[in-house]
């Protein structure tokens, strides 16, 4: 038996108005991996991955609207035309599949289901024996949890062991435009879940936000080795206009509006991260799920205290999460 060391990241898709206007310049640049608190990127280490419907659903929206969403972001990442951008055949879409399996009763934690799972009582995820309650900023409309192993050097270092997202169904009420709009709650934020979960798909695929907005304590690199901008100089327009429009309608930008649905489609920089991450298979790697995690071996631990990151005055209605392990920080 090995023994597994497990942590995980925490991420969350978020709320701003970017600036539009017609993108240029290097579009398949500027996609950012997440890693392990030791910098290794992760990923899945196999070619399939699953998520599960928690059946307990949204109050906004019925379980079988939800599936059909959820169906329909992991779709936006994954039909042919945009596989298409990774090696040209797309009769073969991405390496890494990602199946929808029928709704059951799930919770946030490393139980080797992925659950897509709606907060409505209370915005934390809870305590489950291994991992202490953490509860997450009213701002953010959603996180996804990675556990991961980390152990430099060992095949598995930064493979992703489970994901899970999610949704904050307190703060937002969560629609979807053009299909669904339901009575938006009282003292709440309408977000498109759409948006929102192709958003959380790309976190689930290991890509990490295009600007730095300090929750992590490091700058992050992006494909090209350049350390990604300040999302402050990003909104500021301090930047490259090329490369601000590059950052701020990809799909992994760290913030949206309410009524966005930008998000839905994934840019060619998106795309260009999830195909380098899982290339076209030579030799296919197995299909395979996981098993049930053995006691003892499966072990999440620390996690780091959700920390806002408020950039003020500038018409920014949420905040971005993004979390490593860092056992001085443990809660
Ligand atoms: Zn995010």
């Known amino acids: 038996m090995t023994r597994r060391s497990a942590a995980f990241a925490v991420m969350a898709a978020l709320l701003a108005a970017p600036a539009a206007a017609p993108a240029s310049g290097l579009p398949t640049d500027g996609w950012v991996r997440s890693r392990t608190d030791k910098g290794t990127p992760i990923f899945w280490p196999g070619s399939c991955a699953w998520l599960v419907p928690d059946t307990a659903a949204s109050p906004d929206l019925p379980l079988a609207t939800v599936v059909q969403i959820i169906d329909q972001s992991v779709a936006n990442w994954q039909t042919p035309s945009h596989a298409a951008n990774c090696s040209g055949a797309a009769e073969?879409?991405?390496?890494?599949?990602?199946?929808?399996?029928?709704?059951?009763?799930?919770?946030?934690?490393l139980d080797h289901v992925n659950v897509v799972k709606f907060r409505s009582d209370k915005w934390c995820r809870p305590a489950?024996?291994?991992?202490?309650e953490m509860c997450y900023s009213s701002a953010a409309t959603a996180i996804t949890t990675i556990f991961y192993d980390s152990q430099p050097g060992?095949?598995?270092?930064?493979?992703?062991?489970?994901?899970?997202?999610?949704?904050?169904?307190?703060?937002?009420?969560?629609?979807?435009?053009?299909?669904?709009?339901?009575?938006v709650k009282p003292n709440t934020l309408k977000a498109d879940l759409e948006n929102t979960l192709t958003h959380e798909i790309g976190h689930f695929q290991g890509l990490d936000h295009t600007c730095w907005d300090h929750v992590s304590a490091t700058q992050p690199v992006d494909n090209t080795g350049q350390k990604i901008p300040d999302c402050a100089d990003v909104i500021a327009h301090r930047i490259d206009p090329?490369?601000?429009?590059?950052?701020?309608?990809?799909?992994?930008?760290?913030?949206?509006?309410?009524?966005?649905?930008?998000?839905?489609?994934?840019?060619?920089?998106?795309l260009a991260g999830v195909c380098t991450i899982y290339p076209q298979p030579i030799d296919p790697k197995s299909c395979t799920r996981p098993g049930p995690p053995s006691k003892g071996c499966a072990v999440a631990t620390g996690m780091a205290p959700a920390r806002p990151t408020w950039l003020s005055g500038i018409g920014l209605i949420a905040i971005s999460l993004l979390a490593l392990r860092r056992r001085s920080r443990r809660p």
């Open 242 to 270: 090329d490369q601000e429009q590059r950052i701020v309608q990809a799909t992994m930008y760290n913030y949206a509006s309410p009524t966005e649905t930008i998000k839905r489609m994934p840019k060619l920089n998106d």
């Open 154 to 183: 060992q095949p598995n270092d930064g493979n992703i062991v489970d994901a899970d997202i999610e949704l904050n169904d307190i703060d937002f009420t969560f629609v979807w435009i053009d299909h669904v709009t339901p009575t």
């Open 92 to 109: 073969n879409p991405d390496y890494l599949q990602i199946m929808v399996d029928p709704p059951a009763a799930g919770e946030a934690k």
């Open 128 to 132: 489950d024996g291994a991992t202490a």
